[in-house]
């Protein structure tokens, strides 16, 4: 019976999360699950767990404790609760969080999607909790159902998964495994299904991105901007985007790419982490500053007007005061639209935990809010500059205001305007009126 049970997916942590969790609710719809935003409606509640640090971990547990009371008082009402975690929590930590957290019935690794409603049911019929975090060998994308619906004009699609970068304060690796790219048929496939049900852009994504080397039709490796000149085939799909990538992938055809490919958006997420050649070589970054310098002039020749932005993190063991110094200079010399920075944290079983010269608390605190300080003036004037000039925007959603729509800049920047619904989903030429810090204002010249 369709949506005779209702599912609450939770989703934390990045993007690649937030396609999983899109794909788990389409996978369950076959076996009779709507998806609901109340918990105390829900059947199954589903985390999508996140490891990357510390806080992210332990949102988990705290998620926890609530489910447990629910899932107390439901049954008091005679209404059964299933409650699984997945994600990186899931595969890292395994059976220890039916250990410390007795509520969950299903522990399913990211690699395991696939066999969610069949091990949902086994945990069911068999009245105990079970764990599931093996690599298997099949590939899980092929065992889900096709795509047919989105939420929105934009969508993620997952074109390579894992990590053999192993950056010493990084998770990724244990969490997703070995690096491994989707074929080309089967993302342009993805990719053809989605503008089917309305899509304008596409983001790619993978924990490495512009690594991807799938096959192609013919069994050759593909590499990211060829993938990406094939999906620019695609009528309909209107914008190509791609996270995350690495600096030591970003090849001279992806470079090449971004000049010559007018589907793909003048945007690049490209995390740094510091400035300091002493600190990328203690966190096994393979590049140095100057590498990195050196290839955002090159990326700006090929395309001027990008906006880049980067992940950074401050206090990573053994930082000193010219450490942070040299990060903040790097910032300073390139510029980003939009950036995030974190305060290290130490993770189980990564290299970097281990180091003895760990930064006290307070440093690293101070450290992260100097350099968000010269991150947010950044954004600030970039989005500044940005007014009285006219952009496409793709509408996604309505905004808080009546009659509001928001959509996004070809820079990735939220742009409100007042528009017709009718708009959603298409690509409307906004004058830029106002900027505010994480956000712009327009009006609406031609649709
Ligand atoms: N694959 C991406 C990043 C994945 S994690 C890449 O290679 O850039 C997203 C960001 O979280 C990282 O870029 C890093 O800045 C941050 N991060 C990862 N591990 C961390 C840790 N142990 N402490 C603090 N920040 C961390
Ligand atoms: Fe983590 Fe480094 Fe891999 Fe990114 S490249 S996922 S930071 S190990
Ligand atoms: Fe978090 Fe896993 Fe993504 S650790 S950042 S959810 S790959």
New binding site residues.
Partial sequence: MPGAKKVLVKTFG?QMNVYDSERMAESLKAYGYSETDVAEDADLVILNTCH??EKAAEKVYSELGRLRQLKDERRREGRATQVAVAGCVAQAEGGEIIARAPVVDLVVGPQSYHRLPELLYRARSESRALVETSFPEEDKFNKLPRRTRTHSASAFLTVQEG?D?F?T????PYTRGVEASRPVHAILDEARALVDAGVAEITLLG??VNGYHGEDEAGSSTSLAMLIRRLAGIEGLERIRYT???PRDMGEDLIAAHASEKKLMPYLHL?V?SGSDHILAGMNRKHTAAYYLDLVTRIRKARPDIALST???VGFPGETEDDFAATLAIVEQVGFAQA????????PG?P?AKIDAQVPEPVKLDRLYRLQRLLESQQTRFNAACVGRTFPVLFERSGRREGQLVGRSPYLQPVHAFAASELLGRIVSVEILGAGPNSLQGVIQAA
Avoid: E, G, L
């Avoid at 995030?340 to 993770?347: C, H």
């Fill in positions: 990045c990357i640090r990590c970068k950056c304060f990084c998770v990724v924990q490495n995350t990538s690495h995390p982490q992940d950074i993190i995030y920075s974190f305060k290290y944290s130490p993770r990564t970097a």
